[in-house]
């Protein structure tokens, strides 16, 4: 009988084991036999834990998503003018453990799997939905009615270049994706701020 309070540490353990192995991969052509071996347990505990491959990987986006949405209102919550709350959520975007090669490859997986799968779409819409929502709000008090335009603006280029960074046509360190946002948010303030 297993222990009381292994089932959150083997599901844990899953959850990380797809994200590397996607990473290893490069694709979601992997099995959950390969899931769980890299896990350190058999294909059929995986199966009893999530059901399937489309499952584990669910819950593995579900975890990106989360550890994600923690940085986002941590830095948040340090920054205290419009204008640093905007670069807060550009910066948690680029967090170092979220710019990792296997998170980046996840993503992009992600964005394919969204395209069959009603549970990656749903993810992604809410995503992208709160990813628009943190922008625009400090947003629209720097630049008025020109914030949707720069909202989509700077989400498309964070989905940009994580599909560089996961394509291999461009590396890019977490630094360097940082200040190319933020080179391009300071550019359209100070158009703004133009007479």
């Given at each position: 009988m297993p222990k009381i309070g292994m089932e959150p540490l083997r599901r844990s353990a899953l959850v990380e084991a797809t994200i590397i192995e996607i990473g290893r991969v490069?694709?979601?052509?992997?099995?959950?036999?390969?899931?769980?071996?890299?896990a350190g347990m058999s294909s059929a505990l995986a199966h009893h834990y999530f059901g399937g491959k489309e499952q584990m990987f669910a819950a593995a986006m579900r975890h990106v998503l989360t550890l994600y949405g923690a940085e986002v209102r941590g830095?948040?919550?340090?920054?205290?003018?419009p204008r640093a709350r905007v670069e807060a959520v550009i910066r948690a975007s680029f967090a170092p453990?979220?710019?990792?090669?296997?998170?980046?490859a996840a993503w992009l997986n992600f964005y394919v799997q969204a395209q069959r799968s009603d549970e990656a779409a749903r993810l992604l819409r809410?995503?992208?939905?709160?990813?628009?929502?943190?922008?625009?709000?400090?947003?629209?008090?720097?630049?008025g009615g020109r914030a949707d335009h720069?909202?989509?603006?700077?989400?498309?280029?964070?989905?940009?270049?994580?599909?560089r960074q996961a394509l291999?046509?461009?590396?890019?360190?977490?630094?360097?994706?940082v200040a190319l946002?933020?080179?391009?948010?300071?550019?359209?303030?100070?158009a703004e701020a133009r007479p």
């Open positions: 490069g694709t979601l052509d992997i099995t959950v036999a390969q899931i769980a071996k890299r830095a948040l919550t340090m920054a205290d003018t453990s979220h710019f990792r090669p296997e998170v980046v809410v995503y992208h939905a709160r990813l628009r929502s943190n922008l625009r709000h400090d947003l629209r008090r720097l630049v720069l909202t989509r603006g700077i989400a498309a280029m964070i989905d940009g270049l994580y599909i291999g046509t461009e590396r890019l360190t977490s630094a360097d994706a946002l933020l080179d391009y948010l300071d550019t359209h303030l100070s």
